[in-house]
C-alpha cells in the first residue's frame, strides 16, 4: 500500500460544469501522475507532476488542467465536463524512498459519469 | 506512435500454466511491466522486468523479454482461480527527466475455469 487516496470515488456530474478530482498521498513522493482509464484503451496519461507546482502534460491533456500546491495533494480539474471525459481516472506515485523511481503504484480509481 | 498490444482474452484450467503476451513498439523502453486489475480496483504492480534482461523469475511469475521482437510475455505457473483477472503490459520509454510515463496496452482478460 503505498498510501494513496483519491476523492471523490464516484461522482456523476453534468455537460458543462466544472469537476476537481483530489489524488492524496501520505509518503512525501515527488512524482505523482493522473491517468484515464477506457474500454479498449487500457490507461492513458494525462498529467504528471516532478514537484510542488511543477507538471507537465501526457498523451491526453486536452481538456484537463492540474495544480500541485502541497507534495501531498495533486489536484485534476475538468474545466468543463464533457461526455467523452467519461471514465475511470487513477491517481499514481512512483516510489522513491529506495531508489526506485521506476516502480509506479496506483490509488483505488475514481469512477466519472458525465450526463 | 506508440502503441502496446495484447490479445483481449485468455482462459485456462486451474492448475495449468497461462502465458499472456505483449509487443511493444520502442525498443529503447528501460522498463517493462505487468500489472494486474482485478474488478472495481486499481492496478497492482506484478513484476517489471529492466530492459538489459532476459527473463525474471518471481515465485509463480516469470517474464521472458525477448528486445530483438519487442515481445513480452508473462508465465503464471499453477493458475489459481485468484489469479482471474485483466492484466496489463507496460513500458517506459525515456523521458528525459526521472519521471516514468507508463505506456499500457488495453489488457488481456485472464479467466480461470475450475
Known amino acids: 500500500d503505498a498510501g494513496i487516496t483519491q476523492s471523490p470515488r464516484h461522482k456523476v456530474t453534468e455537460t458543462g460544469t466544472p469537476v476537481t478530482l483530489r489524488c492524496h498521498q501520505t509518503e512525501n513522493h515527488r512524482y505523482m501522475y493522473w491517468y484515464r482509464q477506457d474500454p479498449g484503451h487500457g490507461l492513458r496519461l494525462i498529467h504528471y507532476?516532478?514537484?510542488?507546482?511543477?507538471?507537465d502534460k501526457g498523451e491526453v491533456s486536452d481538456g484537463y488542467s492540474v495544480s500541485r500546491s502541497k507534495t501531498e495533494d495533486f489536484l485534476l480539474t475538468l474545466e468543463s465536463a464533457t461526455s467523452s471525459q467519461t471514465s475511470v481516472y487513477f491517481c499514481a506515485i512512483s516510489e522513491e524512498t529506495s531508489g526506485n523511481t521506476y516502480e509506479q503504484y496506483f490509488g483505488p480509481g475514481t469512477r466519472l459519469t458525465v450526463t | 506512435g506508440e502503441d502496446v498490444e495484447q490479445s483481449l482474452f485468455l482462459s485456462v484450467r486451474e492448475g495449468d500454466s497461462s502465458v499472456i503476451n505483449c509487443t511493444y513498439t520502442d525498443s529503447s523502453s528501460t522498463y517493462l511491466y505487468w500489472y494486474k486489475q482485478e474488478p472495481g480496483a486499481g492496478l497492482q504492480l506484478l513484476t517489471y522486468i529492466f530492459s538489459n534482461m532476459d527473463m525474471k523469475q518471481d515465485q509463480r511469475l516469470t517474464v521472458l523479454l525477448n528486445k530483438k521482437d519487442k515481445h513480452l510475455s508473462l508465465r503464471i505457473a499453477d493458475t489459481q482461480t485468484g489469479d482471474s483477472a485483466i492484466y496489463f503490459c507496460a513500458e517506459s520509454p525515456p523521458t528525459g527527466d526521472s519521471s516514468y510515463k507508463l505506456i499500457f496496452g488495453s489488457g488481456t482478460r485472464l479467466l480461470v475455469r475450475p
Open positions: 507532476s516532478y514537484g510542488v507546482k511543477d507538471t
